[in-house]
């Protein structure tokens, strides 16, 4: 099945570093989304890619969604102990469902201040 | 503004001991989702619902059941608990229009098995 691969599993940088988490799909995906998820807290949605190449930015964080449509990126610059959580990228479940989301296993981001 | 309401938020069973996962959402969303959470293995879907009186199985439904008599609820039932269900679990819901719009989490339920 459709799987939805997420590296570094782990991340940990000095405050004001930048951090970049990578998302990869075993097959084309129709969009993407991307999750946080606070120590002890329940995933958010933080945005969602649809076209081929997609650029989007939100204050520090910036998304990418390949040409291909197979992988995706998001890039924190100059974190802030505000940023600390883990990142989840999210694609439709096999067969194209417009219902169903597989998630990556996260990139859990820590910053020491 | 309530959004996804999980109740209980934590719970401790014995095995084989029963005992149901209560979702409420007050969006009127069309989907709702459960999810389970476990260290280095990120989201499984346990079961989903489509729509009032409808459900499905996920990647991971084996001792799980669930119910959706009313749109606004879900439920999440286990029968005879056991150890490898000890898990947080998440409730989610969306809306149907376009596809794949974005899931709305309660807080979750933290269970654990003895």
């Known amino acids: 099945g459709q799987q939805v691969m997420q590296i570094p599993q782990y991340q940990h940088v000095q405050e004001g570093e930048d951090f970049t988490t990578y998302c990869n799909s075993s097959t084309t995906l129709s969009n993407i989304q991307w999750y946080k998820q606070r120590p002890g807290g329940h995933p958010v949605f933080l945005i969602q890619?649809?076209?081929?190449?997609e650029v989007k930015k939100q204050k520090r964080l910036t998304f990418q969604f390949g040409e291909a449509k197979k992988n995706s990126s998001l890039h924190i610059t100059a974190t802030q102990t505000t940023d600390v959580g883990t990142y989840f990228c999210a694609g439709p479940s096999s067969g194209g469902s417009n219902y169903k989301l597989t998630f990556g296993k996260g990139t859990l981001l820590t910053v020491n201040p | 503004n309530a959004g996804v309401t999980q109740t209980p938020k934590f719970r401790v069973l014995k095995t084989g001991q029963s005992m149901t996962l209560l979702c409420a959402q007050d969006?009127?969303?069309?989907?709702m989702y459960w999810y389970r959470q476990d260290p280095g293995m990120g989201l499984r879907l346990i079961h989903y619902?489509?729509?009032?009186?409808?459900?499905a199985k996920g990647e991971v439904p084996d001792g799980y059941n669930v119910s959706r008599l009313k749109k606004q609820n879900f439920l999440l039932g286990l029968e005879s608990a056991a150890p490898s269900q000890t898990s947080v679990y998440f409730c989610?819901?969306?809306?149907?229009?376009?596809?794949?719009?974005?899931?709305?989490f309660g807080d979750g339920t933290r269970l654990s098995i003895l």
């Open positions: 619902s489509v729509g009032e009186g409808t459900t």
């Open positions: 890619l649809v076209k081929s190449g």
């Open positions: 989610a819901s969306s809306e149907p229009r376009g596809g794949n719009q974005p899931q709305h």
């Open positions: 969006m009127n969303h069309e989907y």
